[in-house]
């Protein structure tokens, strides 16, 4: 399965972007989506999952109220609305999924494909 990530750019705080993750590459199953992010020198950080098919999701406790993952199941993409973005949100964000049944989990080992990452940068 190949991720491809789009939608990053630079903005100001306060504003929003819509990141969206596309997978491509054959016949496969998305048991779940997720996002993490990089920032430079920190390591990677769990953004937000969600399930493909219970739909059921979960946010870091910094983005909670301010974004929201949906899937586009129609498309095998998966979407991240962020609003109300602050300096702490730079960083550099990967989407993943998992080809693999199995119970929910945020850690990155629970996801088996990853995209190439967008960058955000929110600055004033």
């Known amino acids: 399965v190949q991720l491809q990530a789009s939608g990053g750019g630079s903005v100001q705080p306060g504003d929003s972007l819509r990141l969206s993750c596309a997978a491509s590459?054959?016949?496969?199953?998305?048991?779940?989506w997720g996002w993490f992010r990089q920032a430079p020198g920190k390591e990677r950080q769990f953004v937000a999952t969600i399930d493909s098919g219970t739909q059921s999701i979960f946010y870091a406790s910094s983005v909670k109220g301010r974004f929201a993952i949906a899937t586009d199941d129609g498309n095998n993409a998966v979407h991240l609305q962020m609003h109300g973005l602050k300096l702490d949100d730079t960083a550099v964000y990967y989407c993943a999924a998992r080809t693999q049944d199995g119970p929910g989990d945020t850690s990155a080992t629970y996801f088996d494909s990853w995209g190439q990452g967008t960058q955000v940068t929110v600055s004033s």
């Open positions: 590459g054959g016949t496969f199953t998305l048991y779940a």
